[in-house]
């Protein structure tokens, strides 16, 4: 429990008492004093039940009609509390899950750290399910429970006083001695209330791992989904969909296999909370009921008591009818612990050992000696680079055959590759480019400017760039959203060298940027390098 609400307290405290967190915390105050005037509200509501059920007792034809005056006036105050309350509540929980995805959105693209939680030897699953769909729960959950359980205490408060009142004195032989009790109906609420919240937790306690485990599994059918998609042309080139079939059925067997485990527990705790809740109803009523026929106790008073022993049944068993959403709640924001331990463990790999010069005064070089990339166990050599000097203007590329660790190589020059030993000095603008060329989603104009802002760069800048790689024919479609998709493996190759001219890097490093293109389109945009970053440092790599 300790850990759960420090973690808790490290989402809460750096969004609420920041100096952005002025707004959140008068939406919170607002939201709270919306709920304290429904409470209010309910408080009239329990005294005007008295003062109702008394006027039909006595047959008061006038006090029966003003009583529906008052209480057109207690059920308006009620409905714009509720629904103000409600309203503030999802807007400020709107505004912390944006704050909490930017927080993990930042933390996970920051320093490669996406990239980096791949290589840890353990890491949880799915974080962009985790920063799509457990911040918001987080933010819901924490705002749904935390209002509730202010308005249970004030509740509490104001009706236990109501409650204590109304109960008729009982008394009680104890040790050969009679003695009186006094509020019946307040210690039959406490002690109906612990038993029902004992019971609660003992049946709903295993809702945490459940609802953890299921979204865990959800994520991993969804991922898998998405891998179908992105892979579609290897599949269907393969013709293995029977393959991609039993691999999405075993993956929803077990969606489907902890749905079931999911639901009849809570169907368990359903069964006891509804039960626990419709015999409330009417317990307060069975207790009075011989005070009332003894005519100690008018009518007015026994609805009045029967409607303040439910409120504060409500109150005091709040964790009992919350207890699935808390449940969930803890699972969510252990979800977020993982993903953020993960985080954390991604950030402690850090870059290389080896040190890059910010381009500042110093004149843009490239030298490595005795650069190794390890695997992750240390234990075997990826790739090495013995020695490599190079200055601005000179072109290099690193020949060997396919499998001797060029990529690896590019990785520790990309500063990607935390497993490294040796000397590597960088220095001025770099900029790396994979064998197989990314595009974002979105226009032409924006995969072709990348890592660059659409804003940066003008339309003539990138319609040369297009130009000058062999690509005239795409310039009328810098705005086209469904270029990228038509694009051949060797066209996306030339857009990688666009995106040079474009960026204007003091060192460019390539890994076999031109495996889809023939001898003469590799020697022609090489050329064009030459041409228009005569001073770059460009190193490739190629069979």
Known sequence: MKIFLRSVWGYTKPYFFSRAGL??????????TFQLIVVAAEVARNQWRNDFFESLQKRDWDEFVHQFWVYLVIAAVLIVGTVYQTYFIKSLSVRWRRWLTEHFVNRWLDDASHYRMKLLPVRGDNPDQRIADDTRKFAENALSLCVGLIGAVVTLA????????ISPPVSVSFMGEQRVVPGLLVWCALI????GTWVAHLIGRYLIPLNYQHDRLEGDFRFDLVRVRDSGEQIATLHGEQVEKDILAGRFARVVDNWFALIRREKLLGFFSEGFKHASLYFPYLVLAPFYFAETLQFGQLMQAGSAFSIVR????YFVTAYQQLAEWVAVTQRLDGLDADLSAAQKLGTLPPFEREPAADMPGLSAENLVAWNVDRDRELGTLPSLHMVPGEMHTLRSRSGSGKTSIVRALASLWPFTSGRLEISGRKLVLPQNAYMPPGTLKRALVYPLGEQEVDDTTAIAALAAVGLSSLADHLQDESVIARLSGGERQRIAFARALIFKPDVLVM???TSWLDQRAHDELFDVLKLH???AIVLSTST
Do not use: C, G, K
């Open 314 to 317: 409500v109150s005091l068993s």
């Open 23 to 32: 707004l959140p915390s008068l939406l919170l105050v607002v939201a709270i």
């Open 533 to 535: 970053l005569p001073r």
């Open 158 to 165: 104001s009706f236990i006083t109501v409650l204590w009142l």
């Open 511 to 513: 890994d076999e940027p």
């Open 192 to 195: 109906y209330s612990a038993i």
